[in-house]
Nanobody, 118 residues
Framework: VQLQASGGGLVQAGGSLRLSCAAS????????MGWFRQAPGKEREFVAA???????YYGDSVKGRFQISRDNAKKMVYLQMNNLQPDDTAVYCC?????????????WGQGTLVTVSS
């Protein structure tokens, strides 16, 4: 399984970014896919997850600001992040989620750094 995230960068508070994750080596549509993040000095945090049909759930800190989506044909997962705040600064990774409703990941990809300036 290979997961490659991209789209990170530097953005001012209140701004938006869209992250992408390309998946390979798995029957993509079978799996719940998710985004996680890890800020410096903090534990990894669940951000969002989505199943094959597009149903999703979110971590409390991003509800109403972030939106996860996927394209099963392209084996892609996306994270639209709006109204970004300095506390959103972290390395963001996509992962295969350990089943519907879980906030744990099984397979991890390389992350992409998001930096939000105040």
């Amino acid at each position: 399984v290979q997961l490659q995230a991209s789209g990170g960068g530097l953005v001012q508070a209140g701004g938006s970014l869209r992250l992408s994750c390309a998946a390979s080596g798995l029957t993509f549509s079978r799996y719940v896919m998710g985004w996680f993040r890890q800020a410096p000095g903090k534990e990894r945090e669940f951000v969002a997850a989505i199943n094959w049909s597009g149903s999703s759930y979110y971590g409390d800190s991003v509800k109403g600001r972030f939106q996860i989506s996927r394209d099963n044909a392209k084996k892609m997962v996306y994270l639209q992040m709006n109204n970004l705040q300095p506390d959103d600064t972290a390395v963001y990774c996509c992962a295969v989620v350990r089943g519907w409703g879980s906030t744990q990941g099984d397979y991890w990809g390389q992350g992409t750094l998001v930096t939000v300036s105040s």
